[in-house]
């Protein structure tokens, strides 16, 4: 088969600030810890060798072009990323592929506003600002690729209760997941305007902040048709959902050791990169499919188990890679007997 490859990755960097400062507080790195921090990172880009690489808590561009600098495998690389107008991290891209064109989504579109009982919800802001960039995968072929970084479980909890209250916490923990939820509506209003009745491919990845089964993220990437609906309604269907290249993956292997954090003893899988179904092979009319998919979690300590824990200058989550071979000249694949995904 004739076919070439790709390699996509999500990095969590774990708040990648400059030296000497002040982030979260009076948090900061002094000068020997970024270095090993800088260090750190490019070895694991490295074991990487992504084309594509979506970073999460950026605090400063500047940081991260020491970090790729470090790496030396982004020299004549693209660094997208879009303005920081708070105090928080932003998302970013790295691209070794020609990068055609980027858009930033703060504020929700209008079809994503939600409504309980005629009231309506009142979040209309991404926590973090959403980036969608397009990519020339060939001289033919492009590709909009989407990196976000969905609120966490962290309780929002105002300043004038006891943080340490644990109704206060559940109440905290119910307005984290109302943001989350949200931004996942208007995620999925966006997505919508590049897959619906288009033959065109789309990758999403980030840190979402919940598993591949939760709510939010079935909400990103779309329910699976019911195996009896019609083939008309299955199609219209396949035609706007995404695939979770870990479920891809688990479709050809025999066992899963994917997690990307642990918290508290349980192993969860936070980060993610989902394809839409014209990089699932199960698709005749695909124009690529996912190949392997690794996680680098080696790094990852359960400190229910251990009283070491991770480095400040490592990352608290691992890394997900994904490989994708495109196809080229006329070969095709057989349709299954489902006719589609």
């Known amino acids: 088969m004739n076919r070439q490859r790709f390699k996509v990755a999500t990095f969590n960097l774990y708040n990648l600030v400059l030296p000497n400062v002040v982030y979260y507080g009076d948090r900061q790195y002094s000068p020997e810890q970024f270095a090993r921090k800088k260090l750190w990172i490019a070895g694991q880009l490295a074991a990487m060798n992504a084309d594509i690489v979506g970073f999460q808590e950026v605090f400063q561009i500047e940081a991260l072009q020491q970090v790729l600098a470090e790496s030396r495998l982004y020299a004549k690389a693209k660094i997208i990323a879009p303005p920081r107008t708070g105090d928080g991290p932003i998302v970013a891209m790295v691209s070794r592929l020609p990068v055609l064109r980027h858009r930033v989504y703060e504020v929700f579109p209008p079809e994503a506003k939600l409504l309980f009982d005629g009231v309506e919800i009142p979040i209309q802001r991404f926590s973090r600002a959403v980036l969608a960039v397009d990519i020339a995968l060939t001289e033919t072929l492009e590709c909009t ?45 966006i997505l919508m305007e590049f897959l619906k009745n288009r033959n065109y491919p789309v990758i999403l990845m980030g840190d979402i902040n919940d598993g591949g089964q939760a709510v939010t993220s079935q909400i990103l990437s779309g329910e699976a048709p019911f195996r009896y609906s019609p083939f008309e309604s299955k199609q219209r269907t396949w035609d706007v959902l995404l695939y979770n290249v870990k479920d891809l993956q688990a479709r050809r292997s025999f066992t899963d050791y994917y997690y990307t954090h642990i918290h508290n003893g349980y192993y969860d899988s936070l980060d993610h990169i989902m394809v839409s179904q014209e990089f699932v092979a199960e698709n005749p009319h695909h124009v690529g499919r996912v190949g392997y998919v690794s996680v680098l979690n080696d790094h990852l300590v359960d400190d229910t188990l251990s009283r070491n824990g991770v480095e400040p200058w490592q990352s608290d989550h691992g890394q997900v890679v994904a490989a994708i071979e495109l196809k080229r000249g006329e070969e095709k694949d057989p349709m299954p007997a489902s006719g589609q995904v």
């Not at 206060?168 to 984290?176: L, V, W």
């Open 145 to 189: 690729v989407f990196v976000v970084h969905l609120k966490s479980k962290r309780p929002m909890i105002p300043d004038d209760v006891d943080r340490h209250d644990p109704l206060e916490r559940a109440k905290g923990q119910a307005r984290s997941l109302i943001q989350r939820a949200g931004e996942a509506i208007a995620v999925r209003v």
